[in-house]
């Protein structure tokens, strides 16, 4: 199993599924106890090494590309190729028929001295074999082609798809940069499919900056929006992009409308985010998901922009998996809450009663909030309300294998809604700075009766700094904390503050055990390096080593 590419679980009745894809081989392992016996969905995703996957460069980079599923940005020879840069067949991005691309299509963006200034819109359907594609051929220094938000121009031609009335042109086209939504000519339950953005650098959609609509008139972006909105689509894939300086990163949307109003399969992976966010404000983040079978890895999450106060990753799916990021910063690191907007579809999935977030690497002042947050934040409601606590995610937080840098004079680890919630974290680092006087593994959520508030944290075997606390004196939290297993810590930093790998002789090294209270046992296929590349995980040793690195 060592070195094999775990790209899949699977929860299904009486076991859980393992997918292992090599570049040659498919193998199904079946030994992995069920999450629930309930469950009876099943959360994959699959990335294989293709033929042609960056050929030449070091084996860091394929591996990285490997991981990630990229190809070079080329024609797929299933549909039409839409060459876009200086001297090619369209020069700028408003030149290219949106409005008309289908499965097969490729558009690809050559660099260009000056950054394009292009919005657009995709409405395509796509297929598994032909999806279409929008990415951006690399500079001979490794530059990603630009496309800059701010003065940005609109092709006349999409003012349709932007919407059938006014009002749904102008709040498409206020509040990002690309939308991928449905086509209203094609009617109310259509939408996307199989649409992959990547190799881009895409930037500038905020308030303070303005853009020609389709129709030619001067506007400016609204707050609360995205560099890439997906209003609704299936297989959506946005991948290896520097994503910077918007509202938002990228924000996916569901309703209970119907299945076709449902984001599904959304896959965020290898991409840099910095700089989101709205100052003083605290509902724009760097990414904000809400989908089913949402899967976030192999991402660099840099602090969003100075005095906003929003999170890295804000996820309200079913299906969430969150592995391999860097994460710096945020009020939250990673905020996972209820549906808030397809609430009904969301409990009517098995897979939303267990979230996993593990191999992340997450850097964090504490005094700006909790690190990781589970289960609803909208409180007050009452039994059999569609809002508020009977729709919080009511299961489990998988969290194992992710090392945590904390610093400030405060810190918190979790905050878990209430008790219907539980956490099963095994295999963490958890490191509070010298400087933190409370070092808190909990924080309290005030919730309306009868609920209770705090959630219940099981702790199998990890390493944390000596000194810590369930919370301090004046803040006492409801719920339970369970020591599961002896805990493993001192003063010391276990671990490199720049790579996150184990110093020679920590406590740290073959220390892995998987906790006896978690059903789910997974094979730990990967790790980021010091550049946040993908890169294989190999054990060295008797064992595992704690935390997202292996030495």
């Known amino acids: 199993m060592a070195g094999s590419a775990l790209m899949a679980l699977a929860a299904r009745p009486a076991q859980a599924q393992v997918v292992i894809r090599t570049a040659n081989a498919t193998t199904a392992v079946t030994s992995v106890t069920a999450v629930t016996a309930a469950s009876a969905s099943t959360l994959t995703r699959t990335i294989s090494a293709p033929p042609g996957v960056l050929a030449i460069g070091s084996t860091r980079s394929t591996v990285a590309a490997a991981a ?5 940005c080329q024609p797929s020879g299933k ?6 840069g200086p001297g090619l067949a369209y020069t700028t991005l408003d030149q290219v028929p949106w409005e008309s691309l289908k499965a097969g299509d490729t558009v690809r963006i050559h660099p260009a001295p000056t950054p394009y200034r292009g919005k657009f819109a995709i409405v395509a359907q796509g297929t598994a074999d032909a999806p279409v594609r929008i990415c951006g051929v690399r500079g001979a220094d490794g530059s990603r082609p630009v496309i800059d938000a701010d003065g940005a121009t609109t092709r006349a031609a999409l003012s349709g798809l932007y ?6 042109r102008d709040i498409h086209q206020d509040r990002s940069l690309i939308v991928i939504k449905s086509d209203p000519a094609q009617g109310w339950t259509a939408y996307p499919r199989h649409i992959r953005i990547d190799g881009l650098k895409i ?3 905020h308030p303070s900056r303005s853009f020609r609509n389709a129709a030619g008139a001067l506007r400016s972006y609204l707050p609360f929006g995205a560099c890439v909105w997906v209003e609704r689509g299936h297989d959506i894939s946005i991948v290896d992009n520097e994503i910077t300086d918007c509202q938002m990163g990228v924000f996916s949307k569901s309703t209970d409308d119907g299945d076709f109003a449902v984001t599904r399969n959304l896959y965020i992976a290898g991409n840099r985010f910095a700089g989101h966010g709205i100052v003083g404000n605290v509902h724009q983040h760097s990414t904000y998901t809400q989908s089913i079978g949402t899967v976030i890895e192999f991402n660099r999450y840099e602090p969003l922009r100075p005095g906003a106060l929003g999170n890295g990753v804000k996820d309200r799916s079913a299906g969430t998996v969150v592995r ?16 808030e907007d397809f609430p009904l579809t969301a409990m009517a999935t098995p897979a939303y009663r267990n979230t996993f977030v593990y191999g992340n690497q997450i850097i964090k002042t504490g005094d700006t909030g909790s690190v990781i947050t589970y289960g609803g934040d909208h409180f007050g409601s009452q039994a059999g309300a569609t809002w508020g606590e009977p729709i919080f995610r009511k299961g489990t937080l998988h969290f194992f294998h992710n090392t945590l840098m904390l610093k400030g004079t405060a810190a918190w680890v979790f905050r878990i809604a209430t008790t219907e919630e539980k956490v099963e974290a095994w295999n963490n680092v958890i490191h ?5 006087r409370d070092k808190n593994m909990r924080m309290d959520r005030e919730v309306a009766a009868p609920w209770i508030g705090g959630g219940i944290v099981n702790l199998g075997r990890n390493w944390i700094s000596s000194g810590w606390q369930d919370s301090d004196s004046w803040h006492k939290v409801r719920g339970q904390l369970n020591l599961v297993e002896p805990q493993l810590g001192d003063t010391t930093l276990p ?12 406590a740290l090294i073959d220390a892995g055990k998987r906790s006896t209270a978690s059903p789910v046992s997974l094979v730990l ?15 060295s040793g008797l064992g595992h080593d704690l935390g997202a690195v292996e030495r």
């Open 79 to 84: 549909g039409r190729d839409f060459p876009v």
């Open 495 to 506: 671990f490199d503050a720049a790579s996150f790998r184990p110093v020679a002789g920590s």
């Open 525 to 539: 296929s990967h790790q980021i390096d010091a550049l946040g590349l993908p890169q294989l995980r190999r054990m």
């Open 203 to 205: 930037t500038g959609a």
């Open 432 to 436: 509070f700075a010298p400087s933190i």
């Open 163 to 168: 919407g059938s009335s006014t009002y749904a």
């Open 324 to 339: 391999h990021n860097r994460i710096e910063e945020g009020s939250h690191a990673i905020d996972l809450v209820e549906a």
């Open 68 to 72: 990630l599923g990229l190809t070079p």
